[in-house]
């Protein structure tokens, strides 16, 4: 009897509307990761001509970052956004016209696309007339990562200009130092001229008041006939006036030599003509107003000229060159200011010239500009042009008179060749005062620049901690991506398995009507129904005595998968006092005198397990959802690896006692005595058995149950121990009564096995293996596909060659996989060889498509059983 023979097979609604609601979840995950990814590798566009970068990323900045620096960048590529529902029902509809081989789509795959759900329509946003998922929107700076590197550019660009301000300021400095040196120089020729005042190192003890002295004797002494008078003359004139430019006033003082101040020579009376310069005619307004002058003015002006006239009136030192006797002419042409002069003049000159050997071209020509300004308006003349001015005064002063004219050229030469060398002195202090400038000018930028290079260490700094937040926060927003990708992942899958299932009930139904049917015969039944029609009974009875429930095998040796293999050594952790079937059977523990070593193999154990992966094998999203079901194991389990054995000291049955609370099923599956190590055995069989056939009947039930029963399992958020509370039962039953009916009892059957007093630690075992299988049911393969990539490709593609793949899961050899294409199909055969730690090594048996180059893309699909 066939009540829907007629009834073309359904697919499953609710799973196509899931699909949907998943692809939102799944999408909007993405989107919070993709703002947070270009928060740290975001690079905005520049407004210059855009540079030429790897891949499809949008240049950077001309004037930051270069080819270079951004290819070292090495910018990971942001995840594209899952394929929305009509592009998956397309590929589904696309891969079976090519899997089937026909023109038109079979059933169901000809109904199109399924119409979208309310709710999926009230998410997409429009955007152009065009209905899209919401966009993500464009940051408005760099990302941190992108503003890391930048800084790091900025900063080395930053420490160049320090180095070369250094530079600059060194070689200032040593230009400054040349200077004082050159000045220096010429004070100890002045000191010598003047009767040997020392000079202190700086060249600022004698020629600090060269800026604000000057030489001017404009006056021929009246009487100049005699070799003595000559000789006064030139005492006169050495003595001349000594004007402080500074002061405004000019005092002049001459002094009248006498015939007893023949042992000084014109030097002597120079300085003491300086140095007796009146302080009596100062103005008034340097102390009535100092408001109204610099410190430098006050403090050093008046004051050095202070301490200048206060000196003693003899030299400090032997004079350079003493005259004993100005009678004799032979001597009257020896001058030693004119070598002085030239060597204060050519001083000058090259330290003009040092600065083209110092500096940059630009820095040089900037500098030798400013002095040679100082240079013109305080008038350094040089010695040719010098002698070629004396001479031209002293013809136009003396006329046709030869006599007077060799006079006047001795008067005119010492008068203007002290006034040049006190010029030179001037102008040597401009330059000093210029170039000392320069060096405060490029000092304050050094430090400006070091204040910018501490601002900047201060911001990557900054940008490295807000780089670790937020590289934090993507990690686990990608965690959650993946999550919800598994998701859409399984529903994908699931979707696909429906439709097959409704793809092939439909070819049978199709072959029962047409070939296979023999007579069609009408059953008068009641037209209406009262109640539900009764589930076949047979499969819901024992068949043995050693069936665990009915419609379970339980003389079947049964093998859960790697991923469950955890939880399961879990559960066989509980201790003996715990099972209802080994707590009577206390008394067959095992003896006291075997407690040290059986202790010592039972630590030995936890350590072992320990070291384990936490989940042998499985995809990452598996791997994902299993972690929080895991970390509660690892917590009782440390929790139990810190029981030890009791001692036995006075009672033998406290002693067991205690001793059951510590032993556990794994203890004496291995270790107990004949009879209770035969009834652990027994029981844990069972238990392996149960989980097994859990596994079996939950990929009976459809696949938005299970997906549903897994995520509520997965949150801690089922009444493990109570089916009938699960959400979804009543469209189970509908689907499979039998299969839900199995799985009630196999739960119920689960828990039966504690004791009543179990403690929490032991249920919450028992739990978490329940959970663990229906997260694995949901969103492991339960049909144990196994998938993969190509890991090392095939040097040709022929029968017999090896390749190296990765699997997600360890495939015994000898098993068959399939090769597919980037388009899905199946390109070629393969067969596992081996395993190694990281891959798998296959060989191709038959290749479907000649003509194709295998790489790193295609896809390794297949299943666990051969």
């Known amino acids: ?47 210059e001509d855009p540079l030429t970068g790897p891949g499809d990323l949008p240049a950077v900045e001309r004037r930051v970052l270069d080819p270079t620096q951004f290819k070292q960048l090495d910018l990971p590529k942001p995840t594209l956004p899952p394929l929305t529902p ?43 007339g065009v209905t899209t998922p919401p966009p993500v929107p464009t940051p408005e700076q760099d990302g941190l990562v992108i503003q890391y590197a930048v800084a790091l550019v900025e900063l ?140 430098f003015e006050l403090g050093i002006n008046k004051k050095r000229l202070d301490l200048l006239a206060n000196l003693a009136k003899s030299a400090v030192s032997k004079p350079a060159f003493e005259a004993r006797e100005f009678r004799f002419g032979v001597l009257d042409h020896i001058s030693p200011e004119i070598n002085e002069y030239r060597k204060a003049y050519f001083g000058m000159q090259d330290l003009v010239t040092t600065i083209n050997d110092l500096f940059d071209p630009t820095d040089a020509s900037a500098l030798r500009k400013k002095l040679k300004v100082s240079e013109q308006n305080l008038g350094l003349t040089a010695p040719a042009v010098l002698d070629a001015q004396i001479e031209a005064e002293a013809d136009k002063q003396a006329g046709d008179d030869a006599t007077k004219r060799q006079q006047l050229w001795g008067l005119l030469a010492n008068q203007k060749r002290y006034e040049a060398l006190f010029n030179a002195g001037k102008v040597l202090t401009k330059w000093i005062s210029i170039v000392e400038s320069r060096y405060n000018q490029i000092e304050r930028k050094l430090q400006g620049k070091l204040r910018e290079h501490t601002r900047k260490l201060a911001q990557i700094e900054k940008l490295s901690g807000l780089i670790r937040v937020a590289r934090e926060t993507l990690e686990n927003l990608d965690r959650f991506f993946d999550e919800q990708l598994g998701d859409y992942g399984v529903a994908q899958r699931l979707l696909e398995e429906d439709w097959r299932r409704a793809h092939d009930a439909n070819l049978e139904r199709s072959r029962i009507l047409t070939r296979a049917v023999q007579g069609l015969y009408y059953v008068r039944v009641r037209n209406t129904p009262v109640s539900v029609p009764v589930a076949d009974p047979l499969s819901l009875r024992y068949k043995s005595r050693n069936d665990i429930v009915p419609g379970c095998d339980g003389d079947t040796d049964a093998a859960l998968p790697d991923e469950l293999e955890y939880f399961f050594d879990a559960v066989t952790e509980i201790p003996m006092q715990y099972w209802a079937d080994l707590k009577p059977q206390r008394s067959k523990l095992p003896a006291f005198e075997k407690f040290d070593y059986l202790g010592q193999l039972r630590q030995a154990r936890f350590k072992a397990r320990s070291q384990r992966l936490t989940v042998n094998a499985g995809t990452d999203t598996l791997q994902a ?8 194991n690892q917590s009782m389990l440390k929790q139990w690896s810190r029981l030890t054995l009791p001692a036995f000291t006075h009672s033998s049955v406290q002693t067991q006692a205690r001793a059951a609370t510590v032993f556990s099923l794994e203890d004496l599956s291995q270790s107990g005595t004949r009879s209770l190590r035969s009834e652990a055995q027994a029981l844990r069989q069972k238990l392996e058995q149960c989980q097994a056939c859990l596994l079996e009947k939950l990929a009976q039930l459809p696949g938005s149950i ?93 029968p017999g060659e090896r390749f190296r793949v990765k699997l997600n899961r360890r495939v015994l050899p000898g098993n068959r996989l399939q090769l597919l294409d980037l388009n899905q199909q199946v390109a070629a055969e393969l067969s596992v060889v081996d395993h190694s730690p990281d891959s798998t090594q296959v060989r191709i048996v038959n290749v479907i498509q000649p003509n194709i180059t295998i790489n790193s893309r295609f896809a390794v699909v297949g299943r666990t059983r051969r």
């Open 1 to 47: 009897y066939r009540a829907d023979l007629l009834d073309i097979p359904p697919t499953d609604t609710q799973l196509e509307s899931d699909l949907y609601r998943f692809y939102m979840r799944a999408y909007n995950a993405w989107h919070r990761w993709r703002q947070q990814f270009d928060k740290l590798y975001y690079v905005e566009p520049s407004d």
């Open 625 to 632: 959802r299993l972690h929080t079901v895991h970390i509660q």
């Open 706 to 798: 299970r997906l549903q029963w897994g995520q509520l399992a997965e949150d801690d958020r089922i009444r493990v121990e109570q089916v009938s509370w699960w959400p979804g039962l009543e469209q189970a039953e509908q689907d499979d009564f039998n299969a839900t009916r199995t799985v009630s009892e196999l739960i119920a059957w689960w828990f039966r096995q504690l004791s009543d007093d179990a403690d929490a630690a032991s249920r919450s075992a028992m739990r978490n293996m329940i959970r663990a299988t229906l997260i694995f049911a949901s969103l492991g393969d339960p049909q144990e596909i196994v998938r993969g990539n190509v890991f090392v490709a095939p040097r040709v593609v022929l």
């Open 156 to 295: 080395e660009a930053i420490e160049n200009q320090i180095r070369a301000i250094r530079t600059r300021l060194e070689k200032t400095r040593d230009l400054l130092l040349l200077k004082r040196q050159q000045l220096d120089s010429q004070t100890v020729a002045l000191s010598a001229l003047a009767g040997g005042v020392a000079g202190d190192g700086n060249g600022l003890q004698v020629a600090r008041w060269l800026p604000y002295a000057s030489l001017n004797t404009n006056l021929l002494p009246e009487e100049v006939s005699t070799p003595s008078a000559t000789s006064r003359s030139v005492s006169g004139i050495s003595s001349g006036t000594m004007t402080s430019r500074s002061i405004s006033g000019a005092v002049s003082s001459t002094s009248k030599t006498s015939a007893t101040g023949s042992n000084f020579n014109f030097s002597n009376n120079l300085l003491s003509s300086a140095l007796n310069t009146s302080t009596s005619s100062t103005p008034s307004y340097l102390t009535s107003k100092p408001q109204t002058f610099s410190a």
């Open 86 to 128: 009509n592009t998956l029902f397309q590929n589904v509809i696309q891969r079976a016209l090519t899997e089937f081989g026909s023109s038109a789509p079979p059933y169901p795959y000809n109904r199109g696309i399924p119409a979208q759900p309310d709710f999926y329509s009230r998410w997409l946003v429009t955007e152009d």
